[in-house]
């Protein structure tokens, strides 16, 4: 039994309410009606979500990772990369809110994780033509797909909570938490298979000793004083047998379209939570220019201006990790079959981080776990401008591609997190700016690569990071001023004064707050 534009969660749509005369936000406004039961369907759609990611970037990482490597020849791996963020910047501005409102987050989910086939097919034949096009698709789908994903955890976090009655922001970081874990074991299953390809196979040696083929004059070029133009006589860059590389390219080709049918068929729309609420882009009748410009028009905000350079970091590290770690310190000094190995180490100490740090921000805060990754990134960056990658040395590349796993998990879940709760009516339009600046971060990264050497590229992202935690620091004084303004009044609210101190006004704006919660009815059913 349902009324009035409640929800019946034994269908799967929800019942609409009837026409009003009021005014159109009145119209918009959807009630949602839940028993308190329902958080377990919520938890199994979470679980639906990260297992469909985690099976689509075992494809992708897998391949992203041996990229620099693999296709070096005329810096044709890192060209692709490039041209991928460099059309995920473009899509970021102009795709995702259009096409979640006209596809819903589910379909744009399904029809975005489709752009990543043809990237993995081109695998097959690797050239400019065939590349960099299928690189510029998988940008053009990525977009919308993170920005869907981001959505989705955002507003089923929101409604999570007021069904159990917790506190929001611990909600969505939880379940952001729970995504990259998910997500970064993608990192581990991507790796083991092209490892385990590669190193079985002649490239590999059998799996035999080889470092005896290295000689301490080729190693003087690895690590910090690697340089792509010098590096051409170095044998461990050499291009695996076309065969192994067709091999791990089909198995990784299968895995986009599992990800894509475990979405289909096991996800929820999030319509059954309230997809088109009022506040919601997706629930407004507006023009498409309006609807475009709500992307850009999220940039006013002093807060996401201020959030650009941290986000941009995170792009760049990931670039780093990815492209020129792998290349300038695993390749160039104990060869490409061991990538994956050193890379696995990444995937899985970012996956435990993710799913720690989800959960202890609850009880500590995000800002000790934001301290963590500052110091981190900075110490592993020292490190890497002075240490000299060697074999006999195999520990430091796992410990170092450890530690970087630690501080990319405090980055994905705590700005995530910071995104989600400062921007909850803005959802779609703030995490579409997330991907962008990420993107730019990644553009930036892949723009110098086959430029600078490792040492300039090692400076660069250190001044970026310090400019990120400058703006991060500012952002987080403001919130917490506005926080304290807002508990002063409610407590002078509860306790007036014949006399009151006037007390500057707390401008109320959609960043802070989210009709979402007045729109769910909680039953005991």
């Keep these: 039994m349902t009324f009035g534009g409640a929800y019946d969660v034994d269908k799967d749509s929800p019942v609409k309410p009837p026409p009003s005369r009021g005014e159109d936000t009145i119209s918009m406004r959807e009630k949602v009606k839940l028993s308190r039961s329902e958080k377990w369907r919520i938890l199994k759609n979470i679980t639906t979500i990260s297992f469909a990611f985690m099976v689509q970037f075992t494809a992708f990482q897998g391949t992203a990772n041996l990229q620099s490597s693999i296709n070096a020849k005329d810096g044709l791996g890192t060209v692709s990369l490039s041209a991928i963020y460099a059309a995920i910047v473009v899509s970021c501005i102009f795709i995702p809110t259009l096409v979640i409102r006209r596809l819903t987050v589910k379909w744009t989910l399904c029809l975005s994780m489709l752009c990543y086939a043809p990237y993995i097919g081109s695998q097959f034949f690797p050239r400019f033509y065939t590349l960099v096009p299928a690189g510029i698709l998988l940008g053009l789908g990525a977009a919308p797909m993170w920005a869907s994903k981001a959505t989705y955890l955002t507003q089923v976090g929101q409604v999570y909570a007021k069904i159990t009655d917790q506190s929001v922001e611990a909600i969505i970081v939880r379940f952001f938490g729970f995504f990259f874990l998910a997500w970064q074991t993608a990192e581990l299953w991507g790796n083991l298979i092209s490892s385990l390809v590669l190193s079985s196979g002649a490239h590999g040696g059998g799996g035999g000793d080889i470092n005896h083929t290295y000689s301490e004059a080729s190693l003087e070029t ?74 850009a028009n999220q940039l006013k905000k002093p807060n996401q201006q201020l959030l650009i350079p941290i986000t941009v970091f995170i792009g760049m590290e990931q670039a780093f990790i990815g492209a020129d770690f792998t290349q300038a310190y695993v390749s160039c000094a104990i060869g490409i079959h061991k990538i994956g190995y050193v890379m696995i180490c990444f995937g899985v100490v970012d996956a435990i981080c993710s799913i720690i740090f989800g959960s202890v921000m609850k009880y500590i805060g995000r800002i000790p776990l934001i301290i963590l990754g500052i110091l981190t990134h900075g110490a592993i960056i020292i490190v890497m401008l002075f240490w000299r990658p060697h074999p006999d040395h195999m520990f430091v590349f796992f410990t170092l591609a450890g530690l970087w796993g630690v501080a990319d998990a405090v980055w994905q879940t705590q700005i995530n997190g910071i995104y989600g709760a400062l921007f909850r009516r803005n959802k779609e339009a703030a995490f579409s700016n997330y991907r962008l600046w990420e993107s730019a971060g990644f553009v930036i990264a892949y723009a110098y690569s086959t430029t600078l050497c490792a040492r300039m590229k090692l400076y660069v992202l250190f001044s970026v990071l310090v400019l990120g935690v400058l703006g991060w620091v500012i952002v987080e004084v403001r919130h917490q001023r506005k926080e304290a303004r807002l508990k002063k009044l409610e407590e002078e609210a509860k306790n007036p004064t014949p006399n009151p101190p006037v007390v500057p006004e707390v401008s109320e704006t959609d960043d802070e707050h989210d009709e979402l919660e007045e729109d769910i009815v909680v039953t005991h059913l």
């Excluded at 198995?251 to 990800?259: G, R």
């Design 222 to 295: 690895c690590g910090a004083n690697f340089c792509v133009v010098a590096s051409a006589e170095n044998t461990n860059l050499e291009r695996p047998p076309e065969s192994e590389i067709f091999e791990i390219s089909a198995i990784y080709l299968s895995c986009i379209f599992a990800a894509v049918i475990i979405i289909a068929l096991f996800l929820d729309p999030l319509s059954r939570y309230g997809e088109k609420r009022r506040g919601s882009i997706s629930a407004q009748s507006i023009s498409g220019i309006e609807l475009l410009a709500a992307t």
